[in-house]
């Protein structure tokens, strides 16, 4: 499974943003729960939120009511929305999919928030 993100940027705080993810090379991208992760300057690695592809989502609770994740079935993407952004959501975001024992990610796409 290939994944290209795209959609980061630098924004003020408050402002919104949205990423894409694009899954492809697979047969079987249904049965992958997609996500987006996040690496913050200096910190590890961390979930943001994830979705299967029959419409469960799970955030992280310091993005809960902030941020959505959307995915579509027909394109392979997942996007998210990401609004009210606050400084400390600047970070590395990465998109993933998971089935089982396999694990695919993309690259990462940064986001800016200024203060």
């Known amino acids: 499974v290939q994944l290209q993100a795209s959609g980061g940027g630098l924004v003020q705080a408050g402002g919104s943003l949205r990423l894409s993810c694009a899954a492809s090379?697979?047969?079987?991208?249904?049965?992958?729960?997609i996500g987006w992760y996040r690496q913050p300057p200096g910190k590890q690695r961390e979930l943001v939120a994830t979705?299967?592809?029959?419409?469960?989502?799970h955030y992280a609770e310091n993005v809960r009511g902030r941020f959505t994740i959307s995915r579509d079935n027909a394109k392979n993407t997942v996007d998210l929305q990401m609004n009210r952004l606050k400084p400390d959501d600047t970070a590395v975001y990465h998109c993933a999919a998971h089935w089982a024992s396999r694990e695919y990610w993309g690259q990462g796409t940064q986001v800016t928030v200024s203060s």
């Open positions: 979705a299967t592809s029959g419409g469960e989502a």
């Open positions: 090379g697979s047969a079987f991208i249904i049965n992958y729960t």
